[in-house]
């Protein structure tokens, strides 16, 4: 009788400790973006991302869940449980504060053991329960739970604004919908050499800058055309993300190469991001353009190492008739100088249309400029090889 009473003095005495540590260790659960969404296409894009130490933060910058947690400046190891079922098997990560940090408050965002599989066939927002468990050399500090709606793959989120007011521009973004390596591609640059226009894609070879400019041009018109030819129309269908508040958190769908050429109705950043894949694949270097409501796409000409020389093509305009009277005379007598008269022949609705989207897409970047270069929130100029590049973002597969 003795031993169970101590043994019940005892175990007071561990749970009134443990109270007391999780009443000293103040922390709380934190995603990335307002209101506790969750955007699978962020998660994935961000996926190789690797530690980078800075002030404030712990683990992955660009991590999606974690917590935060005021530093109390001492040197035990703590260690973070998150288990997500819905949308990740369950991680956990170690961690101790930089020993000679003064910052009050740390982000801890660990590297979320996702299940892609599951987070890439979602189509429609779900919430998903998360749970947080704490734990302070060994003990725990307790245990705490949100909902996080989870969004479609299709959701691209691309501007944020903490609860500080810091607005975080996420126009990288697009380019983890450019891929270069959906199956769709590689049929599409097949049905670009069976054209006629172009007997290879051999990126930016030539012998001087002008040749290197006229043979980009034609690759560039072998892929339209193998766009037109199989009737890809402009769709007006602009659906933007649903259930979040636009004061905080900007997105827009974005649909995939294959989704894309499958119904054969792109809109305007659909359409982009297709045609920057196709450009991608062949060693060109493309821009995604956006203006409010609006988005084309733009090439480089001269070589990744000059990015001075960009053209850009309209893309709603996909899919229009335009007959010869509406295309510039010079422009007709350079076709016809360098295609077969057959290939020119077969192809000249779609060269037409190629031309008008051309100089239509030049004069629209030229108005958006300043807009881009001052910065206006909705207008965006994203260097898709840089992002993908310098950035380490991955691209998207279905």
């Known amino acids: 009788m003795k031993n169970f009473v101590k043994f019940l003095i005892v175990l007071m005495i561990l749970l009134m400790g443990c109270d007391k540590l999780q009443e000293n260790i103040e922390w709380q659960p934190l995603t990335a973006f307002p209101d506790n969404h969750f955007f699978p296409s962020y998660a994935w894009a961000t996926s190789s991302w690797v530690e980078l130490p800075t002030e404030g933060f712990i683990g992955i910058q660009g991590g999606s869940i974690g917590i935060t947690i005021k530093n109390d400046k001492d040197d035990a190891n703590y260690s973070i449980q998150i288990s997500a079922p819905e949308i990740a098997f369950e991680t956990k990560y170690d961690f101790k504060f930089p020993s000679e940090s003064t910052t009050d408050w740390f982000n801890v965002y660990p590297t979320i053991n996702k299940k892609k599989n599951k987070l890439k066939s979602t189509t429609q927002p779900t919430p998903a329960n998360v749970s947080f468990t704490l734990y302070k050399n060994g003990e725990s ?50 049905e670009a050499l069976n ?26 018109t072998a892929l339209w055309a193998v766009l037109y030819n199989r009737g890809i129309t402009y769709s007006t269908v602009t659906t933007p993300s649903v259930g979040i508040n636009e004061q905080k958190l900007l997105a827009q769908k974005v649909r995939f190469p294959s989704d894309a050429l499958s119904t054969s109705q792109a809109n305007c950043i659909d359409g982009t991001v297709l045609f920057a894949s196709l450009l991608r694949r062949i060693g060109i270097s493309s821009r995604i353009v956006l203006v409010p409501g609006y988005a084309f796409v733009g090439y480089n000409d001269a070589g990744p190492m000059d990015t001075t020389n960009y053209r850009y093509l309209e893309t709603t305009s996909l ?10 005379p010079n422009d007709i007598i350079y076709y016809r100088n360098n295609l077969a008269t057959q290939v020119y022949s077969i192809n000249k609705e779609a060269i037409y249309n190629f031309l008008n989207c051309w100089y239509t897409g030049w004069n629209e970047f030229n108005e958006a400029k300043p807009y881009i270069d001052a910065g206006y929130l909705g207008y965006l100029c994203v260097d898709v090889d840089k992002v993908r590049n310098e950035l380490n973002i991955l691209p998207i597969s279905r």
Request: hydrophobic share 35%.
């Open 141 to 190: 500090c307790g245990q705490k739970n949100v909902t996080v709606v989870v969004h479609s793959i299709y959701d691209c989120p691309f501007y944020l604004k903490r609860t500080d007011s810091t607005e975080v521009s996420l126009d990288w973004m697009y380019a983890a919908y450019v891929n270069e390596n959906d199956p769709v591609i590689d049929k599409l640059l097949r």
């Open 195 to 220: 054209t006629g226009i172009v007997n290879s894609f051999t990126s930016y070879f030539g012998s001087s800058s002008q040749d290197i400019a006229n043979n980009v041009f034609r690759q560039v």
């Open 319 to 328: 899919g229009l008739k335009f007959d010869e009277s509406q295309v510039n």
